[in-house]
Nanobody, 118 residues
Framework: QVQLVESGGGLVQAGGSLRLSCAASGIIFSIHNVAWYRQTPGKQRELVAQITPRGSTNYADFVEGRFTISRDNSKKTWYLQMNTLKPEDTAVYYC????????????WGQGTQVTVSS
């Protein structure tokens, strides 16, 4: 059984920073692309950032250079450093990973609330 456990969400003032972490556990053969998504009530979940096993990254346009995704393959953990947060960044953030036990499957974290006050 593979589990993704997130941490690092919370309440922050506009202009502040937060760092989200996502750790994978279980019987894992390999972790492929990992990513962070976010969702607000009534809206579809949207991609924030993704990173390949070799470190190539892709960001949503709304990130505008404020966020950085990274990963530590030895720790099976990836991160989202969020700087210059805006109230519109308020959402539940979910980590995602494509993981192979016997074959590649998508996995999601439980979600962590990020609230940015104005």
């Amino acid at each position: 059984q593979v589990q993704l456990v997130e941490s690092g969400g919370g309440l922050v003032q506009a202009g502040g920073s937060l760092r989200l972490s996502c750790a994978a556990s279980g019987i894992i053969f390999s972790i492929h692309n990992v990513a962070w998504y976010r969702q607000t009530p009534g809206k579809q979940r949207e991609l924030v950032a993704q990173i390949t096993p070799r470190g190539s990254t892709n960001y949503a346009d709304f990130v505008e250079g404020r966020f950085t995704i990274s990963r530590d393959n030895s720790k099976k953990t990836w991160y989202l450093q969020m700087n210059t947060l805006k109230p519109e960044d308020t959402a539940v953030y979910y980590c995602y990973a494509l993981i192979t036990m016997n074959y590649p499957q998508p996995y999601w974290g439980q979600g962590t609330q990020v609230t940015v006050s104005s």
